[in-house]
């Protein structure tokens, strides 16, 4: 178990410097960003996230039998989506958060229009480079179809609108899991299907990376309020406490910090077991390995 | 000329009816958005527009030989990003307004948060309806790529942000059309280039409608800007006056009413011009009569 999370970091880091330099290499060509909102999208861009999606993306398609490259431009569409939304979600209307990853959140830097456009244009790119993606049309309209599902009003966006709404209200197990599934899992698992999905995959493949990235994603949210709950802000690179502060509703406030770590750990063994069908395949130690990173993590 | 507008104005009522209903057919669909946020979308969504871009969507799709049917989604997308961009571009943070269309804006009705998110939502949806049309995969890419393009940092987000950068700036006419061309124009070309691209199209047919659709979305602007500085309220339906109360770098502090009159219609007479390779087809008549409603519209 310590080696596949040894490797699955590896891969992590490797994945990062990957999509870190096609996203640097995407945005030169766009000359004609107006000067504030390009320096306010590069600020969250490339503010040292852990690219743990871009990662999921492209350990998926190797997963199913396919090659990274053509899943690259999927990862970076995940990354510029997650980013934008941690963007929106700090604004004082939102969470009204000031620090992030150890720096200021956008809108303190650049204010709170070039931060609400920062995000829009960020949205926007994800899908413009999905469409500039070099993979077969028919994978690309699918990628395209699962992303903006995923992240939209049934997804990431109406999560975060459940988020809001939660603030104050009585927290269950099954209303912190309602807000999780949509507000961080939907994407966490639009990751994986985007990688299986460009790279070529079947039905069958996709469910069951489906089901992985599902888990994985509640495991991720779950240990998220843990950390919430019981770190610093030095450890954290983001203000801690903002949950309760806010009277959020989390697994933490439902059944508090000992029952989450052990639903984290659970979760993220059933996202393991949903890969059954790959484990003779390579990548399929980097998918195990990166679930433990996803609840066994320190930020 | 008044055949030809009354035409163009029989076929944006009767687009607006048939992009409504689509509108609506889609959305019951997503039994699963949280209430607040759905009623924040269908406010902004449902309020009365014009449906100047899902028109000129079908229209250049019939202009080129195609179905309207076609480019249903894509004039059905256009419409999300046109509406997502009025709910960000009304925020406090940006142009402050409380009235659109005769109704509250969408943060006036449901609080920032959730107009944030409806603009979120509603750009988002725009790119999983253009990804579930039913149009052949390489269309559908390619239409992803030029909404995308259009709406992003380097077209109208990145035009939202020169606008706030030219706030209290010495106006000229170059200043003014470098904002208008990314603003408005963008969004309006791409109206017309998806519903072109999506009906199957050559690349001969999408440059001649691409100018037609710049030139008619720079005389759009350049009326609009007429319109805020001569309307009442209640004819505008949104508060006037606001460019000259905000230093707004429009044509009309560039260079007077009079000038920016004359302007309008010398680039609707250009985007009529551009429709030359068309002019035998039936729906040019429409287009013709779509450039001159862009300019002598009252509101």
Redesign the interface.
């Known amino acids: 178990m310590g080696r596949e999370r040894a490797e699955a970091k590896a891969y992590l880091e490797n994945a990062a410097s990957l999509v870190e330099a096609e996203l640097r290499r995407r945005l030169p060509a ?1 000359r ?3 000067g ?3 320096a306010a ?1 590069e600020h969250s861009l490339f503010a040292g996230g852990k690219r743990l999606r871009p990662a999921l993306c492209l350990a998926a398609a190797e997963a199913v039998g396919g090659r990274r490259e053509d899943a690259l431009p999927g990862a970076c569409a995940l990354e510029m989506v997650h980013t ?1 939304s941690l963007i ?1 979600d700090d ?1 004082p ?2 969470d009204d958060d000031d620090l992030r990853r150890g720096k200021p959140t956008c809108h303190v830097a650049f ?4 931060a ?2 920062a ?3 960020l ?3 994800a ?2 480079t ?3 993606s070099p993979a ?3 994978r ?3 990628a ?2 699962v ?3 995923a ?4 997804g990431m ?2 999560g ?3 988020d ?2 939660g603030e104050g209200q009585t927290a269950t197990v099954e209303a912190a899991t309602a807000i999780h599934l949509r507000k961080t899992a939907a994407l966490l698992q639009a990751a994986v299907l985007v990688g299986a999905v460009l790279a070529g995959s079947s039905g069958y493949e996709q469910q069951a990376l489906g089901r992985y990235g599902q888990a994985l994603g509640l495991a991720f949210q779950v240990a998220d309020d843990v950390l919430d709950a019981t770190s610093s802000a030095e450890q954290l690179g983001k203000s801690p406490g903002k949950d309760r502060e806010q009277k959020k509703l989390t697994y933490v406030a439902a059944a508090g910090v000992a029952a989450a770590r052990r639903q984290a750990r659970k979760l993220a063994r059933e996202a393991v077991a949903a890969l059954e069908p790959f484990r003779r395949r390579p990548a399929c130690a980097v998918l195990r390995g990166l679930a433990e990173l996803a609840v066994e993590r320190k930020k």
Chains 1, 2 share one sequence.
């Open positions: 766009h004609d960003i107006p504030k909102l390009r999208m934008y929106h604004l209307a939102m204010g709170e229009a070039a609400i456009l995000g829009d244009a949205l926007t790119e899908f413009a999905l469409a500039a077969d049309a028919g690309v309209k699918r395209v179809a992303l903006a599902n992240a939209g009003a049934t966006v109406g975060q609108q459940l809001l709404d």
